[in-house]
């Protein structure tokens, strides 16, 4: 074997020795935080007093349902210092909700609903995107919200 097949070999050793410790990392960290995980999956479980929101991104919007039926797009009108509970989900493909003030993000997956609770503590109009690219009008996807007194 010359020295040429060997240096590739050892390349391709050290590239299969770092995936598989990287693999088992990834294994050990997610057994560890099942709990977490499970938790921020299922929607079933909003905190006592958190006002619900249902938020569906579609291409190219997001439509927010509040709890008296009536709904809005691309426009989020919620109240200062009350705790709010979105419940996440997609029409068509993944989308990725950002509110960059308040650091909150979550996906919105077909199929699959995510929930996030904040609330905001200072009125004002915060900006909203979507930042996970979704199509060619992906840029479409943002609004403001409008934090009311």
């Not at 929101?53 to 997001?62: F, K, L, R």
């Not at 210092?81 to 077909?110: C, M, R, W």
Request: aromatic letters at 10%; a negative charge; hydrophobic letters at 40%.
């Amino acid at each position: 074997m010359n020295s040429k097949t060997r240096t590739e070999l050892l390349y391709v050793v050290v590239v299969l020795v770092v995936l598989m410790a990287a693999a088992g990392l990834n294994i050990v960290y997610v057994l560890g935080h099942e709990s977490n995980i499970a938790t921020a999956k299922d929607p079933s479980t909003v905190p006592a007093g958190s006002t619900v929101i249902n938020v569906t991104g579609y291409q190219w919007a997001w439509q927010f349902t509040y709890p008296n039926g009536t709904s809005s797009t691309d426009v989020l009108w919620v109240h200062v210092n009350t705790e709010y509970t979105f419940q996440v989900i997609s029409k068509d493909v993944i989308h990725d909700l950002l509110i960059p003030a308040l650091g909150l993000q979550v996906y919105a997956v077909p199929g699959h609903p995510n929930q996030v609770s904040f609330s905001v503590n200072k009125v004002g109009s915060y900006i909203f995107e979507c930042v996970e690219y979704c199509g060619e009008d992906h840029y479409l996807m943002r609004g403001t919200m409008e934090v009311l007194s």
